[in-house]
Every structure is written in structure tokens, then in C-alpha cells.
């Protein structure tokens, strides 16, 4: 059966309640999931914005801030605005990439989600991602390390070429053999296409 | 109970399959709608775009049409790439808002949607617009010229400066007492908040 690859960014607030339903719900249906970090910076640089779409354009941003609300809410998930948006997420998505086989990856990026949107902590700084990393019984001296050689930097860049030439326009994605689907509320409909039932599409 | 209005401009694309679905959907679960045409042009204007976002970016564009035939698909609409997009739906938008309280209006919308998304016609045209209202067995002439008085074309000014103060952003939109939701995967949510079950959200 077709993996169905969950593409995010940590710096996305659409991905926080995305990261912390996906996992069950595949399970739930029987789908095997791919965790895919990336970047959007050079995807929105693309567009034309050097800054999150949600603080160039704040109508959109506060609609945005409204509606994650209700979804947090309705998942029963804390959320607290932070004090920094976006923020880098840089580090942890190396992390991410390196380890993605990892059987503590999906929890490492659920604990970093909580650290940025929950907690209100600077997912940017070495100090709060090995901390989380210290929060799995992990080695975090290591692990950064590791994360930060050449290759791990490499291996991110790839990734997030994949992303661009994939047509991703935002986080986060699902994709299900080259079919995309933008946006947390996509997930069953992406889980439908994995499991063959597919709608038949000509344009 | 708290009416739900269901916003649409009829050069949105994703307010197509949104317009066939809502008044059905709205049936099954007991909620009363009110159809509230608008135009998307002042609000995009004040992001700074003169045309459809998804012309100014296409990437965004090429999913929207390749989502847009999916969504189409699973309700089992027909879905013809209009040859021209967006088409200039003012004529169309004053008809709705001068007549939003006919029985007659839901199938009206419809059928400007289907003129322009299944039938490639251009609904900008009085001719166009014209053979809607025949269609539905009401004297096209006497509808037109009414809709174009000056008492309706400021009603449908003011209801657009309405959907500004409400804070919408894109089409289709749903506001149940103030509260908005964004898109045609949002009904279910909208209609959830008009019986009463609302998440409790601070931010």
C-alpha cells in the first residue's frame, strides 16, 4: 500500500495539532506514515515573502490565530500564542531529517510543537531542542552533533528541494506518491487516496 | 438558533462545490442558512493583488485546480477549467443580494456556478446571467434591470463592506454570529457552532 509521507515545518502553526492527531489516525485506518521535515523558507522566498504570510498579511493572520484556536480546542490541545512568529525551526528539522526512521522521531517533533505553541519556548536555541531530545532519554550532546555535520545539512537541503519540486505550497502536506494535499483538515482525504480509493480527476 | 451565513463571490472556484453541497447539508442537520453574495475584488485589493491570488501565484494556482477537481469528483460535479479565470461576477453578485430572500435564489446560484465551471459560459455577460433566470421560468428583463438600480447595486456594496468588517478573506466563507470559518471543508464546523457546540477558545 501507497506510504503516505506527512511533510512539516516547525515554524507552520497548521502543523502543531497536525503532528499530534496524524499518527493515531493512520493507525486507525491502517495507513504507513512517512515523517518528512522541510523547510518553507525558500518555498515562500519563492513567492516573494521573506516572512510568514500570516504576519505580511494580517487579516489572514488573525483569522489563522482564531481558527487554530478551534482546532486545538477541539483536539483538547493546549495552545498559547507565542511571543516570537515564526520562529526558526532550522535545527530541529535537521534533527528531524537525520533521525526521520528513528521509532522516537514522532515524538521528538510532538515535543518540540509543544515547546514552540504550548510553552512558549524558543525552538530555535540548541538549549531547547537538546532539552527535548534530554526529555526522551536521549543523548542531546550527540544527537546535535550529529545533526550539524555537513551530510545532516545536506540531507535537509535535498529534502526540502523534494518539497519545492513536489509543488508543496505550505504546511503541513500530505502526499501520497506525487498527489498532494495541503493542509491538516486534507489528512483523511490523503489517507482515502493511500488506500486506493481515489476520485477519478481529468483536467 | 444562530442563522449560518454562507458567503460566496461567484468567481471563486472552491465556492462551486460549496454552493451544490451547503443547502443539502444544512437540511440534514437542522441549521437555517441565509446566501450572502460578495465580492472578493475590495478585499483582495487591500492585500495588494489586482487579480486572483492563485493567477499571482501559481503554484498556488496548480494546486488549487488539481484540489479543486478532487473535491468536484467526490460530490460527483462535472468540472470544465473555465478558458477565462476569474470571470467578473457583479452582475450575477447584485441579482443574488437583490433577491436573497427568493426561494428561487439557491438554484439561481447555482446555476451561474455550473454557466461558468461546467459550461464554460462567461457569467459576466447580461446574456449569460439572462438565460440563468429564464432557465428558472422567472422574466430575465424585469430581474436584470431591477438588479441594477441604484438601491441594489449599493446593497451589494454594503454587504461586501459587511464581509470586510466581519474580517473575510477568501470565499467560500461561513459567519455564524460573527464567528468566522474560512472555506468550503469548514461547514460542518460552522454548522456545529450554530447548534450550540462551540469549543471553548481563549487566546
Redesign the interface.
Known sequence: MAVVEFWFEFASTYSYPAAFAVEERARAVGVRLAWRSFLLAP?FG??GWNDSPFNI?P??G??M???L??I???QGLP?R?PTQFPRNGLLAARVACRYAEEQWLPEFVRRVYAANFRDDRDISSAEVVGHVIDSLGLKAEEILAEAQTQNSKDALRTQTDRAIKL?L?GAPSFAVEGE????G??VE?AFDWALGKR?????
Open positions: 518555498i519563492a513567492q498579511y487579516a489572514k488573525k483569522y490565530w482564531r481558527d484556536a478551534r486545538c480546542a477541539r495552545l500564542r509543488g505550497i498532494i494535499f495541503w493542509g483538515d486534507r482525504q476520485d477519478v480527476v481529468a483536467l
